[in-house]
């Protein structure tokens, strides 16, 4: 929120420094982003007014202007500006002024005629980023008086950036109520008391979704007069604090909303047909809002509806055809409670952020409503006149939050925040944040304000007695930690080790978001159902993932389009799974490898990264295990993965992950140049391990035989080798795949699978005699399964 200093010294006015007040304000809790001098350096300008204009003779967009600046004599000035005209009053910038950026003002002659000063816009000043001409004063400002000490310029503009939880701080009678606790002064709000009735005009008000809009207040007033101009001091606290000036009643609405905090709307009476009726929207209703955008509403969007047509969107934007203009004399004041729920993430849906918005999305006092009309009914009379009838309220006392009472202990907030604080100090602070106190034996019973949202537990006030108290005046102390590392399991292999085996082979780490694009599931998983967020940070990150490969592929993306040519990366996080027990939050290790298989050098270009590059990478993981032989690669198929190059990864007929080539239209779908591999593991399953026992080493010497074996060219080294291992039986202490070709040798559609077993007894060397029974028995167990022919 971006406020006026001076603005906010009217209400409370500690003994502090702009600065001083700044480090506080941070320091409870609300950041402060920046702090602006409310308009640009200068000096000389004084308030004018332009007796007479004449055309320059040699000009055509530029005028000869009498100006009366409060001297002796009238000042001759040369002016472009479209509206200077005779009788207005302007700011001048005299000879010998100083503008912002150092412009000295000098006597100039402009197309052979001569300027004794010049005629200010507010960009000239430092008022505004943009001006469109001469700024013009009202016609009450006194000719002659500095522009500095009429605007009261010496002031700052400071903007608070405030966490969703402190909705109460969105208004100066907020925010003087917090400076006010934090340096124990009294505040002094305005004064507002109730409108006197002038006339009985009433509007009929129904609300039909009252969940949603637990209360509603109007108020009819008839005889405003829109062409009376906002007054001075009011455009400029409404500049300050970053809002542009409309016109008196909008003005208005925008002033209390930015001094109370409360959002109020004002509707041209004429334009109303029936009556005012607070309704969900029909499915597919158009509006046209106040910015000129058509959009159509969904049912859950709550409404403030007339008895023909929808007028706004509740607690958003109202629309375009009932809002006030010059020749609106008559209106409809609108001041309502709506159910934060209600709000929360509906402007964002339509690209929309309005100050309205923000508030309610946050929470709004459900009991300011009525204040908040009668202040803003006082000054629209003050402004443009008019007679007010009655206040309408429609209120459902079960729809309406209330205020529960909380147990505040004495030993609970000196366990929590490690100091004594003394029972007046509670008080005072408590009471000045406006909760209601009950003493108890042990505490308090606590009732906080209706503008609390954000204090429903003990903890909450613990929390707000350490704020204003002050965190620099508790104890520090060192915390006392048990020296106690728990047991960590032996068989489980730590992430750690598996992230640094794949930094090892050239990986980098990434993390994503758990939010991604829907486009990315529908390519990728299209059989899982996701989960879609309610309320998203944005329409890219609108579910929730269940892949990672999700965000490795933006990621590589993201990296491709920034000339990286070559790219392994992986990630370790959850996939949130549709089950048919529900959601499940699953863990899962997967990388992606994209371009050259090393870094181009004089040795030669890198070749490109293959299937079998992926697969040496997972088998480094798995050997991790001490069982690697336990897992097997088949093939298989996956929505992702390119046919004929993906590979399922089993532990038994348990399925553990998938491997493969990215499919070629998801990498068209991505842009992507080249083909990607993928791989993704259940991190559950590939973290066991079988842990080393000792084994006495034999003394016996090893037998080695090496086989080549024909094959059909269909068949699977790792199926031959499952077998190999299966009949060998104990005396296997090694076996190695050393060739397998195809060639012109062989027949069509064979091929040869060379592999040697390494055979050892621990009690005595092994003879021909036992060896040979036991090669016989692995070939004959190969002919019987895959046909296989010995190799000459």
């Known amino acids: 929120m971006r406020f006026s200093e001076k603005w906010l010294r009217e209400w409370v006015n500690p003994a502090l420094s702009t600065d001083e007040l700044v480090a506080q304000i941070t320091m409870a809790g609300l950041e402060v982003d920046s702090v602006e001098p409310v308009a640009g350096e200068f000096s000389g300008v004084v308030v004018a007014e ?13 005028q000869v202007c009498l100006v009366n600046a409060g001297d002796a004599e009238p000042l001759q000035i040369v002016c472009g500006a479209s509206n200077a005209r005779a009788g207005i009053k302007i700011p001048c910038a005299k000879i010998g002024a100083v503008l912002p950026g150092d412009f000295k003002i000098k006597r100039a002659k402009l197309r052979g005629v001569e300027s004794f000063g010049m005629l200010c816009a507010a960009q000239e000043l430092g008022l505004e980023e943009s001006s469109d001409g001469l700024m013009e004063l009202p016609e009450t400002a006194p000719i002659g008086r500095s522009i500095e000490s009429y605007l009261a310029l010496d002031d700052k503009a400071i903007d608070v950036d405030l966490t969703p939880n402190r909705g109460d701080c969105l208004g100066i009678a907020g925010l003087a109520r917090e400076i006010g606790v934090l340096n124990r002064c009294d505040v002094t709000p305005v004064i507002c008391r109730p409108v006197k009735q002038t006339i009985n005009d009433t509007f009929k008000v129904e609300v039909a979704a009252a969940q949603q809009c637990p209360r509603y207040v109007g108020r009819v007033v008839q005889g405003v007069d829109l062409i009376k101009p906002t007054p001075v001091w009011m455009v400029e606290r409404l500049r300050r604090s970053g809002i542009r000036s409309i016109d008196a009643v909008v003005d208005v609405t925008n002033y209390v909303l930015l001094e109370l905090g409360q959002p109020m709307h004002a509707f041209d009476l004429h334009q109303l047909k ?62 309502a409670f709506f159910d934060p729920i209600a709000i929360a993430g509906k402007a964002r849906r339509y690209g929309l952020h309005t100050d309205s918005s923000h508030r309610f999305e946050r929470g709004v006092d459900f009991e300011l409503q009525r204040h908040a009309i009668e202040r803003a009914t006082a000054l629209l009379l003050d402004i443009v006149g008019g007679d007010a009838g009655p206040l309408i309220e429609v209120m459902s006392a079960e729809n309406i939050p209330h205020l529960h009472s909380i147990q505040l202990r004495r030993d609970r907030i000196n366990r929590i925040l490690g100091c004594d604080i003394p029972d007046n100090d509670i008080e005072d602070i408590l009471g000045r944040l406006g909760m209601d106190m009950v003493s108890t034996t042990n505490g308090w019973h606590i009732v906080p304000p209706s503008y609390r949202f954000d204090i429903r537990l003990e903890v909450d006030l613990i929390e707000e007695l350490g704020r204003v108290y002050g965190y620099d005046n508790l104890p520090t102390s060192m915390p006392i930690l048990d020296a106690f590392s728990p047991p960590r399991e032996e068989s489980l292999i730590p992430v750690s080790q598996l992230k640094t085996v794949l930094v090892d082979r050239g990986y980098q780490e990434v993390i994503t978001y758990s939010f991604v694009d829907k486009k990315y599931i529908e390519l990728l998983t299209p059989q899982q159902h996701s989960v879609a967020l309610a309320n998203p940070i944005s329409a890219d990150m609108s579910e929730m993932r269940t892949t990672l490969w999700a965000g490795l592929l933006k990621t590589a993306s993201y990296n491709i389009n920034r000339q990286q040519p070559r790219l392994k990366l992986f990630e370790r996080g959850l996939n949130f799974l549709q089950e048919e027990t529900g959601l499940q939050q ?5 990388g992606l490898l994209y371009g050259g298989e090393s870094d181009e050098s004089w040795f030669g270009k890198a070749r490109p990264v293959d299937f079998y590059d992926a697969k040496g990478d997972v088998e480094a993981l798995l050997a991790l295990t001490g069982g690697e032989h336990v897992y097997r690669f088949e093939s298989g198929a996956h929505p992702a993965l390119h046919p004929g190059q993906t590979a399922v990864i089993k532990r038994g007929d348990e399925v553990v992950g998938f491997l493969g080539a990215l499919h070629p239209s998801v990498q068209k779908s991505l842009d992507l140049p080249q083909k990607a591999f993928l791989y993704e593991l259940a991190l559950g399953e590939i973290r066991g391990r079988s842990l080393p026992q000792f084994k006495e080493l034999s003394k016996y010497p090893e037998v080695r035989r090496d086989f080549a074996v024909i094959v059909d060219e269909k068949i699977s080294a790792q199926s031959i080798l499952k077998n190999v291992r299966e009949m060998a039986g104990d005396l296997l202490t090694g076996l190695v795949l050393f060739d397998v070709y195809q060639g012109d040798n062989l ?13 050892q007894d621990p009690n005595r060397t092994l003879q021909d005699e036992d060896i040979n029974p036991l090669v016989e028995r692995v070939v004959s167990r190969l002919k019987e399964l895959f046909n296989v022919t010995l190799r000459e």
Do not use: C, W
């Open 50 to 62: 332009i007796i007479s204009t004449e055309r320059h003779p040699d000009a055509a967009k530029l």
């Open 274 to 335: 029936g009556g005012i009726h607070v309704r969900m929207a029909n499915e597919g209703e158009q509006l046209t809002l106040l910015d000129g955008q058509t959009i159509t509403l969904a049912s859950d969007v709550l409404v403030i509806a007339d008895q023909e047509r929808p007028l706004a969107m509740a607690g958003v934007m109202g629309g375009i055809g009932s809002g006030v203009g010059k020749s609106t004399r008559s209106i409809f004041l609108e001041s």
């Open 586 to 590: 699953k863990d899962y290790l997967a």
């Open 747 to 759: 027949e069509a559609g064979k091929k040869s699978i060379a592999f040697g077993i390494t055979l």
